[in-house]
């Protein structure tokens, strides 16, 4: 008979690793992509987005989707205890909800090394339709498509 699992024992499996991280890459571009076809104002990233929506302004009140995510914050003790109930909601109604994926720490940037953090899905989630309810991811569609800018000028 084999033995539990044990998170705390196991090792870190650098294919398992990789793998984790080209999914997160892979999620990421895909995200891009879709927001240089769609304006972000006009983007539903779910079927449960306004239930998401709701629920986040409920449960993060002081969040400003314009404003830097500060990481400190939203991964101190507190701060994982507050995101792991609000995520954990979601466990039978969205797929990977805990998966772990690449979230920018501004809307005015891109994704880059020094402008992302690693977070979950659910988190993705609830940030990414803040800022796309606000407008604020708009301007990857707009850049991306100068020329209807000029033409409805």
Known sequence: MSQPFDPEKAENLEDIEKQFAVKAVQHLETYWSILQKIPGSRLRLTKMDDEIYE?????????????????DKMKSKEGKEKWRNFMNQYEKKINDFNFGTIIRTNPKFEYDQN??????????????????????????????????????S
């Open 115 to 152: 402008t992302t953090i690693f977070g979950m899905r659910m988190q993705f989630y609830a940030i990414e339709i803040a800022r796309n309810r606000a407008g604020l991811n708009d301007w990857v569609y707009e850049r991306a498509h100068p020329e209807e800018k000029k033409s409805s």
């Open 55 to 71: 629920h986040f302004k409920k449960e993060f009140p002081d969040f400003d989707p314009a404003e830097t995510i500060d990481e």
